[in-house]
């Protein structure tokens, strides 16, 4: 089998670019695989506009095209007086996120050094460390009006040397014989004229082009999980013509292969009930009834299985119920089983969850008690994964219910209440006198009233009385206590405070 034709593009296009064509009406281009690298002129020569407008071009023509580790990756460089990496080829792997980057482009200016960021590509780019894949076509997208303060013919020649194709979109202000002995060949084919406003009648095209050339020519595997992949190839039989035989084993175990046959209009086929992270070696073998087509192989490693759950967290505890979330929440999960039940006890209680879930609320709970939790996770091929966890539920508390005092002479008056509800630890009572220093006594849960002395006749004073939790603050009930002078007759007179 040969390898795949790496691809230049050269777009040739320093001058303002041609409206562009309307979004959505292109349809998605299909099983393709490439390494697309953009060279766009960011040289001081190009206006702001024409820069503006270039970006424009450059997202509207890779719209089609689906982004990913097994389909096209795409990179960006500047060229200006030295090379300038935008971005490589593995950073943006959805055209979400490379519409995005292309639209965050600033420019950079400088010189025009085409011919040494030709061979930045060529040395630094076209490499495993930027993100290119071996056996996958290579794509430079040059963006420029044809002319470069240095010289491209040698860089040009060694990137074609490498097999790369080299497309050529010229503004009208380039040298024609120098752009077609740029371009690969047939020139026809692979160098256009268009004046820069008409720039988006070639747009369509242009993919039409790009895709012909890193149109999937060989076995490959996508949609890769833990148990399966999706195997996707040319169509190399029909089914009048003959049939397929697929072969696949972990690797360095024969004995475990597994033979399947299809019929001759099958490209793609999805391979299920495979072990996570497990290398398999695959074998498609066509039996065409006329003529010999040699077998495609291909390898391919199945993802490390997520172990769910592998952690769990607790929040927004109250008296009587908690949350309770775990992650990750792996795809192969059908079912989540939540036990909960005191500590203390042995009583447990179930609460299943949808797969697709990472979290529930666990309600009628005891306060102020401790849990213990445990979700299991039950994935779908049967086997379970569990994780507990200790949760603790919130204090009961409740405010002071009917506050009131009882004259005890001119100057004081015994405050009582009613007890609060809840494990109460104690009772605060806070006195604010109108002449005077204010007060704070701390007095037992057994205790439920207090003396308080030293009030100014003719006098507002104001009595709040708090009971104390172990973990979260009572709500305090507050009065107010008017003193008669004196000489008047009565004590006190009072009314609530909210």
């Known amino acids: 089998m040969s390898s795949p034709i790496p ?13 562009s064509p309307q979004r959505g009406l292109q349809p998605t281009l299909p099983d393709l695989e490439g390494d697309l690298l953009f060279l766009l002129d960011s040289s001081g020569s190009v206006s702001y506009y024409e820069f503006s407008r270039i970006k424009e071009f450059i997202a509207e023509l890779l719209l089609p095209f689906t982004f990913g580790p097994h389909d096209v990756q795409t ?3 500047h060229i200006s007086t030295m090379p300038i990496l935008e971005f490589p080829f593995d950073r943006h792997l959805s055209t979400g996120a490379i519409q995005h980057a292309i639209r965050n482009i600033q420019q950079v200016m400088g010189d025009t050094n085409t011919g040494k960021t030709l061979s930045f590509a060529k040395e630094k780019l076209f490499t495993a460390e930027a993100g290119a894949r071996p056996n996958v076509p290579k794509v ?4 420029t009006d044809g002319f470069s303060t240095d010289d491209i013919s040698q860089p040009m020649q060694l990137l074609k040397d490498m097999g790369v194709t080299v497309f050529i979109v010229s503004t009208g202000r380039g040298n024609y014989l120098e752009l077609s002995a740029a371009a690969s060949q047939p020139p026809e084919k692979h160098l256009h004229f268009v004046d820069v406003d008409d720039l988006g009648i070639i747009t369509k095209e242009l993919q039409d082009a790009i895709a012909a050339v890193i149109q999937a020519k060989r076995l490959r595997a996508t949609d890769i999980s833990t148990s399966s992949f999706r195997l996707t190839w040319p169509p190399l039989l029909t089914r009048d013509t003959g049939y397929y035989i697929l072969e696949y084993a972990p690797s360095g175990e024969p004995r475990r292969k597994v033979i399947k046959q299809l019929t ?9 009930q495979l072990a996570s992270q497990t290398t398999y070696e695959v074998a498609l073998i066509p039996e065409s009834n006329e003529r010999y087509i040699p077998p495609q192989t291909t390898r391919v490693t199945t993802l490390e299985e997520v172990i769910s759950p592998a952690q769990i967290l607790i929040s927004e505890s109250k008296p009587h119920s908690i949350r309770v979330s775990w992650s990750p929440i792996p795809e192969n999960v059908a079912t989540y089983q939540v036990m909960y039940g005191p500590l203390t006890s042995n009583l447990v209680q179930l609460q299943e969850v949808d797969g697709r879930l990472n979290s529930t609320v ?6 102020n008690t401790s849990y213990l939790v445990t979700v299991s996770a039950i994935y779908k ?9 200790k949760a603790c539920t919130q204090e009961e508390y409740s405010k002071i219910k009917h506050l009131h005092f009882e004259d005890l002479s001119a100057s004081s008056v015994k405050a009582s209440w009613d007890p609060a509800g809840g494990d109460v630890l104690g009772y605060r009572v806070r006195c604010r006198r109108q002449a005077g220093p204010s007060t704070l006594l701390s007095v037992s849960p057994q205790i439920h009233s207090v ?17 104390v939790y172990k973990s979260l603050p009572g709500k305090a009930l507050c009065r107010t206590i008017y003193r008669q002078p004196a000489s008047a007759v009565g004590g006190y007179r009072h009314q609530q405070k909210a």
């Open 451 to 467: 003396l308080l002395s030293d009030l100014t006749p003719g006098s507002t004073n104001k009595v709040c009385v708090k009971p």
């Open 7 to 19: 691809l230049l593009l050269i777009l040739c296009l320093h001058g303002v670019l041609g409206q």
């Open 75 to 77: 990179g960006i460089v």
């Open 140 to 143: 430079l997208v040059w963006v």
């Open 362 to 367: 666990l309600e009628d709970l005891a306060a």
């Open 381 to 389: 091929s049967g086997r379970e994964k569990a994780l507990s966890a």
């Open 264 to 272: 001759g209009d099958h490209t793609n086929i999805v391979v299920d």
